[in-house]
C-alpha cells in the first residue's frame, strides 16, 4: 500500500501536529482579506473613530470579550474527544485542512447561494462542484445542488418525485436512515413499506419484490452505506426490478458515495476489479460501478467528503423534476443570465461558505484512487481488519462482514441460545468502550435492532427479548494503521481481547 504524504499534511492531525501550517495559512489569508476590504472603495474614509483603537470604551468592550472567549473556549473543552484516532463511535472526522481555509475565510464575506447575486463566486463554485460530484457518481447528464445536510436532500427527492408522479407507495428497507419515516409523514405521501433485511443488513429481494407485485409503487430508497452497519443495497438486482416495474430509484449515499473513487483511475473511469488494488469486495465493486444508473443519489461532502457538516447535496438525472420544484420570489433571482441555485431548493438561505469548503478539498485531493480513494482505501482496511481478527475470537462475533468501514459485533453470553444473554454480555463492552466511561481506552457506540431482524442475524437463538443490542465501530478516520507500532487498531484489539472467553 503505498503511502502518500496528503494523508498527513493536509489534516490538522490527532494531537494538532499541523496547528503550526495552519495558523500560518490562517493568517496569510486575513492579511489578504484586509487588503482586499481596504481595496473596496479606497477613496472611502474609514467610519471608524479617529483615535480607535485607544479610547477606554475599547478596553472594556476587549476585557469583555477576552473574558467571553475565555468561557467558550472552556466549554469547548468538555467536548468528547472526536479528534482522536480512539474515539469511532459516530461519524465524525476533522475536515480536511482546506476545507477549514476555505470555510474560515468564506464565512469572513458570509454569501448566501440562494440566488446569484447573494454569492456569485461561491454560485458558482456550487455549480463545478456539481459537476464533479455527477461526475463521481456516473452522471453523464443531471443537476443537483448542496444542501445542509443528507436529510434535506432525501426530503429534496421525495418532494420532487412525488409532485412528478403524483401517488404511490415509498419503500425503503429497515436498514435506511430514520429521516425517510418523518419525510414520508411530513410529505403526505400517503402509503410506505418498510421492507426487512438479510442476514448482511441489505434489503431483502424477495420481500422488495413481494411488495412491487402489489402494485403502484412511486420510488424505492436504496442504501449505499447504511447508518447502522455500512451495508450496501443490491443495486444490481434491484436496477432488474426497475426495469420491469418502472419505479423511481433513488439511492441513498449520504456516507458510502465517496467511495466511487476507491473505483476511479485518475481519468476518472472506472478501474477492472482488481482484488489486490481496489480495497472493497467485487460484490460492492459492482454496486458502485452500477450507481449512476440512479434515478437521483444523496451524497454528503460533509462525511466522507472531508468538510466541516452543512454540507449535504442532493443529484438528479432528469431534468423534469427540477420543474416541478420550480420557485421563484418577487425579490429576487433578478439576475436571470446566470445560475440562481434557490429556485430549485428547499431551502431558502444557503452558506456559500460551504460551497467554497467542498470545491477547495476537491481542488486539492482528487475524486479519484490516487485521491480520496486513498483515504478510504485505509478506512476500509481497517474495518476488514477488525472482522478478520473478530473471526478468531471465541465469544465476540461480527454481525456480518463490513461493506464499507462500519463493523457492527455482539458478545455471546453464559446462554449462547439466548438473545437476552447476548445483550446483557454486549452492554459490558460498551460500559466500557463508550462515552459512559469517563477513562474509556476507546469509544464505540450501541446499535439496537429490532427482534425481527435479530432473527435473520442470529438463527437459533431464542428471541427472548424485544431488541437485540450490538456494538458499532465507525472507522472513517484514516489514522488507525498508520504510525508507529502497535498501532491503533492493534491496540484496540487488544482491548476487545480483555471480552473474549
Known amino acids: 500500500m503505498r503511502e502518500t504524504s496528503f494523508l498527513w499534511d493536509y489534516f490538522l492531525g490527532p494531537r494538532g501536529e499541523n496547528v503550526q501550517l495552519l495558523s500560518e495559512l490562517l493568517t496569510a489569508g486575513l492579511n489578504h482579506y484586509q487588503r482586499w476590504r481596504e481595496g473596496l472603495y479606497p477613496e472611502d474614509e474609514s467610519i471608524f473613530p479617529e483615535n480607535y483603537p485607544k479610547g477606554v ?13 475565555e468561557e ?6 468538555q467536548n468528547i474527544p472526536y479528534p482522536s484516532v480512539r474515539y469511532g463511535a ?3 472526522k476533522d475536515p480536511a485542512l482546506p476545507a477549514v481555509l476555505a470555510y474560515f475565510y468564506t464565512l469572513l464575506t458570509n454569501p448566501n447561494n440562494h440566488a446569484y447575486e447573494g454569492g456569485p463566486v461561491t454560485t458558482q463554485m456550487e455549480m463545478e462542484v456539481v ?3 455527477l461526475s463521481l457518481v456516473g452522471f453523464e447528464t443531471g443537476w443537483g445542488h448542496l444542501t445542509s445536510g443528507g436529510s434535506l436532500a432525501n426530503m429534496e427527492a421525495l418532494w420532487a418525485v412525488r409532485d412528478f408522479r403524483k401517488s404511490g407507495t415509498v419503500v425503503f428497507s429497515k436498514g435506511s436512515h430514520y429521516s425517510w419515516k418523518r419525510i414520508a409523514s411530513i410529505l403526505k405521501t400517503g402509503k410506505v413499506a418498510e421492507i426487512p433485511v438479510d442476514a448482511h443488513y441489505r434489503m431483502d429481494l424477495n420481500a422488495l419484490e ?3 407485485k402489489n402494485g403502484n409503487v412511486m420510488i424505492i430508497i436504496a442504501n449505499l452505506g447504511t447508518t447502522g452497519t455500512g451495508a450496501v443495497d443490491p443495486l444490481e438486482a434491484i436496477l432488474k426490478l426497475r426495469d420491469r416495474y418502472g419505479f423511481h430509484l433513488h439511492v441513498d449515499a449520504a456516507y458510502g458515495g ?3 473513487s476507491v473505483i476511479l483511475d485518475q481519468d476518472g473511469c472506472l478501474m477492472p476489479f482488481d482484488a489486490a488494488e481496489i480495497p472493497v469486495s467485487d ?6 460501478a452500477l450507481l449512476g444508473e440512479a434515478d437521483s443519489i444523496t451524497l454528503d461532502p460533509h462525511k466522507h467528503g472531508l468538510v466541516g457538516y452543512g454540507a449535504g447535496s442532493v443529484l438528479f438525472k432528469d431534468e423534469a423534476l427540477r420543474q416541478v420544484i420550480l420557485n421563484t420570489a418577487p425579490y429576487t433571482y433578478h439576475v436571470t443570465d446566470k445560475p440562481n441555485i434557490g429556485m430549485f431548493t428547499l431551502e431558502g438561505s444557503r452558506p456559500g461558505a460551504a460551497a467554497a469548503a467542498v470545491w477547495f478539498t476537491h481542488k486539492l485531493i482528487p475524486l479519484n484512487e490516487s485521491g480520496y480513494g486513498q483515504i478510504l482505501m ?14 478468531q475470537f471465541e465469544s465476540l462475533r461480527a454481525i456480518c462482514e463490513p461493506d464499507l468501514d462500519l463493523i457492527g459485533f455482539y458478545r455471546i453470553g453464559r446462554n449462547p441460545k439466548s438473545l437476552q444473554s447476548i445483550n446483557e454480555a454486549t452492554e459490558a463492552i460498551y460500559r466500557k468502550l463508550s462515552v459512559e466511561n469517563p477513562g474509556a481506552p476507546f469509544i464505540l457506540s450501541k446499535f439496537v435492532i429490532d427482534p425481527e431482524t435479530a432473527g435473520r442475524i442470529l438463527p437459533g437463538v431464542e428471541i427472548d427479548t424485544d431488541h437485540f443490542t450490538a456494538m458499532r465501530g465507525v472507522f472513517m478516520k484514516h489514522w488507525m494503521r498508520m504510525g508507529r507500532k502497535p498501532d491503533y487498531l492493534d491496540r484496540l484489539i487488544e482491548e476487545l481481547r480483555k471480552f473474549d472467553g
Open 57 to 69: 470604551y475599547f478596553k472594556k468592550d476587549l476585557e469583555r470579550l477576552s473574558a467571553a472567549w
Open 72 to 77: 467558550f473556549l472552556q466549554k469547548m473543552d
Open 90 to 92: 459516530q461519524m465524525l
Open 131 to 133: 459537476q464533479q460530484l
Open 210 to 212: 413481494s411488495e412491487l
Open 258 to 260: 465517496y467511495y466511487r
Open 283 to 288: 460484490y460492492v465493486y459492482s454496486q458502485l
Open 378 to 391: 485505509r478506512c476500509r482496511e481497517t474495518a476488514q481488519a477488525l472482522y478478520d481478527e473478530l473471526s
